[in-house]
């Protein structure tokens, strides 16, 4: 969908959920007042109307996948860093993005969707155990990793970084189960009938949290982590 001055603010939002954030960020209603043009809307709020339409066609220009890139190629402290850097950085920025619209959402359909109290419920435990989950990886996995990069013999006071990893993959278990039971109870974030723009927004902003958290979880289970398993047995056997 072209942007231009004269697009209406709820048909883009529809088009591509993730241009809510640029007008959430701005101010600009795109729920009860959706079908107001971004020029009225950038007059009213007196926003840089030139400003906006880049910030929109950055979003929508942009994509999340990371399936055409060879990870398996990569050197493991690279890989951490990326993890870190695009992943982590995701999960903190969506928490804050998507637990206001889901606090919001609940408290006003909650009473017709008993099932989104459960949703709130979950995401919320989901970002507390996700926070924690990331502290522990940049301070105990991610530098054990870097480490053996460079051939240390001893890594954060730790005999093996099988210890930490076994941790780390049960808590990744966790969150794709507690995932599962929101796509479960949200018909795969399939938004009702009466839902408004704000209910489908953030539907589709829950969607590609999993999705991501997904793309995160396969790059350490499956790549980051047996390599270096692999990378320290290697060491201890050049050790001997």
């Known amino acids: 969908m072209s942007i231009s001055a004269q697009t209406i603010i709820g048909e883009l939002v529809a088009s591509d959920y993730r241009t809510a954030a640029v007008f959430k960020r701005n101010g600009v209603d795109f729920c009860c007042n959706g079908n107001t043009t971004i020029s009225d809307a950038c007059q009213k709020k007196k926003i840089d109307e030139l400003a906006l339409i880049e ?9 999340n996948s990371d399936t055409n890139v060879d990870f398996q190629s990569w050197p493991l402290d690279l890989l951490a ?6 992943h982590h950085r995701y999960v903190e920025l969506k928490i804050r993005e ?3 619209f889901l606090n919001k959402v ?5 009473e017709r969707h008993p099932e989104l109290l459960e949703v709130e419920s979950l995401f919320r435990a989901s970002a507390i155990e996700l926070s924690e989950h ?3 990886e940049e301070r105990i996995v991610f530098p054990f990793v870097r480490q053996l990069v460079t051939g240390a013999e001893t890594v954060s006071g ?4 099988q210890q930490p990893i076994a941790v780390m993959m049960n808590e990744h278990s966790a969150e794709g189960e507690r995932f599962r039971r929101i796509a479960e109870i949200t018909n795969d974030y399939t938004p009702p009938a009466d839902a408004c723009n704000t209910y489908m927004v953030t539907f589709k902003l829950l969607q590609e949290f999993e999705e991501n958290l997904h793309e995160h979880i396969h790059l350490e289970n499956n790549i980051l982590f047996p390599k270096a398993i692999a990378m320290e047995a290697s060491l201890v056997a050049t050790a001997f």
């Open 81 to 86: 860093d990326y993890i870190e850097k695009r």
């Open 134 to 136: 990331m502290i522990k």
């Open 98 to 100: 998507i637990t206001p």
């Open 55 to 63: 910030d929109l066609v950055a979003i929508t220009s942009s994509t």
């Open 106 to 110: 609940a408290r006003v359909h909650g």
């Open 158 to 161: 730790l005999r093996s970084v």
